[in-house]
């Protein structure tokens, strides 16, 4: 029997104080899971990880000061879409994604982070299930147009294809760890992006977000 090591975990940076955060034993590191429509920004040295099929995760840090975090999101499905088609329009769709990333990344700022020293991974995009709108190429579609949009650096992606992702990043090093899943043997990553989906048609994103 594996004997779980109790560890009192730092405070997180108090706007990030609801993100469920625990002991990793095998790298002994703090890790914060994210969850859809969730991001974390950090300033210590931690993890963040999360599960990816169709959405998208963008990992960001400050590669001089060593803050950054990790966000998960997809743009909301449009119902008039037809199957395949990734076109991307200037839409209220498009806010969802800004407001994911502009999220993250005025965190960044707002600990220290300079804007010139921002560097970006991002992975996801999978298309999981054959019948489903390809909402994962449209995502990879947005994030792709905003970070050459924004003038930003990207430095790292593993995008695409039919797989979900285990993802755990280190924003201290920019390292980041990508586990494709050969296999669903649940429904719970189908299920899990299927509510937050029903959730990105049924509301609103108040207030615009500016960078800095």
């Known amino acids: 029997m594996i004997k779980m090591q109790k560890v009192d975990l ?15 034993n095998e ?19 931690e993890g963040v990880a999360t599960v990816l099929g169709s959405c998208i995760s963008a990992c960001v840090r400050d590669r001089n000061l060593n803050i950054g975090g990790m966000n998960h999101f997809m743009l909301p499905a449009n119902r008039e879409q037809s199957l395949g088609d990734t076109r991307i329009d200037i839409s209220a769709s498009n ?20 804007r010139v020293n921002l560097e970006i ?6 298309r999981i299930l054959e019948k489903m709108t390809n909402i994962g190429l449209m995502n990879i579609d947005f994030v792709k147009h905003y970070i050459q949009d924004e003038a930003l650096n990207l430095v790292g992606e593993d995008v695409g294809d039919i797989y979900p992702r285990k993802v755990l990043y280190f924003p201290s090093t ?8 050969r296999s669903l043997h649940n429904n719970s990553i189908i299920e899990r992006e299927s509510s937050y989906s029903k959730v990105l048609e049924s509301s609103k994103i108040g207030g ?3 960078l800095f």
């Not at 991974?121 to 999978?126: E, F």
């Not at 920019?174 to 899943?181: A, I, N, Q, S, T």
């Open 174 to 181: 920019g390292r980041l760890l990508v586990k494709r899943l």
């Open 208 to 210: 615009d977000v500016e």
């Open 121 to 126: 991974k991002i992975v996801g995009g999978g």
């Open 10 to 24: 730092p405070a997180p940076l108090p706007s990030f104080r609801g993100i469920n955060r625990y002991w990793d």
């Open 95 to 114: 806010r969802y994604g800004n407001y994911a990333m502009e999220s993250l990344i005025n965190d960044i700022l707002k600990n220290g982070g300079k």
């Open 27 to 45: 790298r002994e590191i703090v890790v914060a899971k994210i969850l859809p429509g969730e991001y974390y920004v950090t300033v210590m040295d």
